[in-house]
Structure formats: structure tokens, C-alpha cells
């Protein structure tokens, strides 16, 4: 049974950090484009960053280059999300998906997701 679970969410102030985490189960993650999304209140989930196991490529969207960095723990099968210098306008439910399909999972239809995480950034 495939899973993503995330955990790290929470409440800063602007400029702030936080760390979020995906821990992955049920699957070869070797094999799977793995990716953080993210949907705020009343609008469209966008993609945030993507990354393949296998070969550690990964991309950003432009809103969080430089201040996000993807990474993992390659024992543990988790994928971390570092997000620092965060903004108000990061405030968004966090969901981390997967797919074997890297244009899949870019076009927001992984096959696989996680219950999502609660990031809070006030001014």
C-alpha cells in the first residue's frame, strides 16, 4: 500500500523557516517522480517543486527559487522540503504526490498523494 505522509507544518512569522517532510512507503521511490504542491484558500493547487529519486534532478517554480531547496534521506525513503525566507503568501496546505510519470506528476495528476500539511506564514 502506497503511502506519503507529511509532517513539519506549522505557524511562522515572515522570514521565517520550516522544514517539511514526506515520508514514503508501499513503493520502489526509485522509480517514482516525487513532488511538493501546495493550494491556498480559494485557489488552484500549484506545483512547488518536483525531484526524481533516481538521479536527484529538480526543478522550482519561479515563486520559491532560492528559498526552497528540496532534498532526502535516501535510508529512510523521505523527501524534505526546506523552505526559508517565507512569505504570507506561502500560507498553503503543503501535499507531497508521486508519480512514475515526471509529466504527470508536473501536470498535478500523480497518482499518489499525502493528506497535506498546514503552513501558516503571517506578516
Known amino acids: 500500500q502506497v503511502q506519503l505522509v507529511e509532517s513539519g507544518g506549522g505557524s511562522v512569522q515572515a522570514g521565517g523557516s520550516l522544514r517539511l517532510s514526506c515520508a514514503t512507503s508501499g513503493f520502489t521511490v526509485g522509480n517514482y517522480f516525487l513532488g511538493w504542491f501546495r493550494q491556498a484558500p480559494g485557489k488552484e493547487r500549484e506545483g512547488v517543486a518536483t525531484?526524481?529519486?533516481?538521479?536527484?534532478?529538480?526543478t522550482y517554480a519561479d515563486s520559491v527559487k532560492g528559498r526552497f531547496t528540496i532534498s532526502r534521506d535516501n535510508y529512510k525513503k523521505i523527501l524534505y522540503l526546506q523552505m526559508n525566507s517565507l512569505k504570507p503568501e506561502d500560507t498553503a496546505v503543503y501535499y507531497c504526490?508521486?508519480?512514475?510519470?515526471?509529466?504527470?506528476?508536473?501536470?498535478?495528476?500523480?497518482?499518489?498523494w499525502g493528506q497535506g500539511t498546514q503552513v501558516t506564514v503571517s506578516s
Open positions: 504526490a508521486a508519480d512514475r510519470n515526471g509529466s504527470t506528476l508536473r501536470a498535478g495528476l500523480a497518482s499518489y
Open positions: 525531484f526524481y529519486w533516481l538521479s536527484s534532478t529538480t
